[in-house]
């Protein structure tokens, strides 16, 4: 019961997380809201990294972002990021069904170098720096989306742009 959850809570989010990238408008991929800001389309790619580490949660028993390059070439079209991020939400579907409630209660750890950024088990290490970092940055492009003008999807109710419940 308890992997129902953890797996039903994952697949709702990254469900929702694809509804956000369907949006894209290509035309934008290099709009940014402010100079600090990333990129729409690099913006869209950290997406995809943030699904990334969380296979790596299920593939190593730890992960080093000293090894890893924290930025990589943003993505400019919106087929190439659907498609490769749902080639990882299906690399990430194999990895759930595969575990058992023991392996989601195995310790994992994030590290840079030699320091320990957090260690905890793999279902909280999936829901904390996996999902709930990718829903903050998910909202974050509903904001870029809302500044263009695009309209944006229901996620967890009706969007102004898709009506209400009491209509």
């Known amino acids: 019961m308890v992997k129902q959850l953890i797996v039903g809570d994952a697949m709702h989010e990254l469900d929702n997380t694809r509804r956000i990238l369907e949006r894209l408008p290509e035309e934008h991929m290099t709009w940014k809201p402010h100079e600090k800001s ?10 995809i990294n943030l699904l990334n580490w969380q296979v790596a949660i299920f593939q190593y028993p730890e992960f080093d972002l000293s090894t890893v390059s924290l930025r990589r070439d943003p993505l400019e079209k919106r087929a190439d990021i659907l498609g490769e991020y749902d080639a990882n939400v299906g690399k990430l579907e194999k990895l759930l069904s595969k575990c058992d409630e023991k392996t989601l209660g195995e310790e994992w750890t994030l590290r840079h170098g030699d320091h320990i950024i957090l260690r905890e ?17 998910r909202a974050q492009l509903g904001v870029y989306l809302r500044l263009l003008d695009i309209p944006l999807p229901s996620i967890y109710g009706p969007s102004a742009d898709e009506g209400s419940l009491m209509n």
Request: proline fraction near 4%.
């Open 121 to 137: 088990p793999r279902a909280i290490a999936l829901r904390s720096f996996g999902l709930s970092h990718m829903v903050h940055h």
């Open 38 to 47: 990333m990129t729409l389309g690099g913006l869209a790619t950290h997406l």
